[in-house]
């Protein structure tokens, strides 16, 4: 990261409008959109959606489901393990102690979130694992639609069906208490995602910030029906360093919780990322060795991998 780091000026990201459109492949609309998405990621690797598919009452009912999910004991919170690394609990960590977050694994799968639902509700939570599955089902709508988008942009259309089965979702839930203190404190480091695409939602406390390639970090302002649209490591690879993922990270101030959502696709166990040869020519070489998401995640959090401004460089960069 540069000098500049702290700079903060009042710039924002893109927005682009996914409401009230119905928006079809090889219709004028959604070329009009596909053309706003690939510019947005190119300049900024991230961009603003407004999305209206997910009802008022969903979108509220969401925050008391993290809410109540969040007030259970940490003996019960930390049953959510899980193989693959931060899938599970995690929080408690001394370097940020106002975050903790709860990886639900096949989010948009209604037998999966049942499932997790019942290692913290041995009873049962039926509103919880409906909300749940409800927004991660039509948020994942907006996933599909935007990767299909930058698939086309890049001239894959071939590989479109194939890329979207190889991918599952991942709901990653998350808290930040408020420091309560004068300063700004950590919530979240400065990070790239792994992933391919990552969609953001949040409560009215803002905090999330992201950095643009001159590193100036902007600071991200959400509105009640915006998501923000981010590319991850995987996508990156895919494409070649056609687009990039951008650093971000949350800092807060106040004394209010912040409670944020991410839904995260993620290439499948087992599952190749590899760069087309479409986008490989004597101007853009291969940029990075063919890749296991999962064995990368396991690089990422080795001590080399937290070590590298690049983890994804490092371990398949050629
Ligand atoms: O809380 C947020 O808005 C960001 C979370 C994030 O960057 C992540 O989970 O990867
Ligand atoms: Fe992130």
Redesign the pocket.
Known sequence: MGSDQNTLLPLHLPVIDFSNKNLKPGEQEWDLSRAHVKKALQDYGCFEASFDKIPIELRKSIFQSLEELFDLPLQTKLRNVSKKPFHGYVGQYPMVPLYE?IGIDGSNVPAKVDTFTKTLWPQGNKTFSKTIQSFSEKLSELDVTIRRMIMESFGLVSYIDEHLLSTNYLL?V?K?RGPETEETEL??NA?T?KNIV?I?Y?NHVE??EVQTKDKIWIKVKPSQDSF?VMIGDSLQALLNGRLHSPY?R?MMTGTET?Y?L?LFSIPKAGHVVTSPDELVDETHPRMFKPFDHVEFLQFYYTEAGQRSQSALKTYCGM
């Open positions: 977050s990653r998350m930040y919530g979240l990070h995602d990552t953001l949040q905090g999330l923000i971000h949350v912040r944020s991410g």
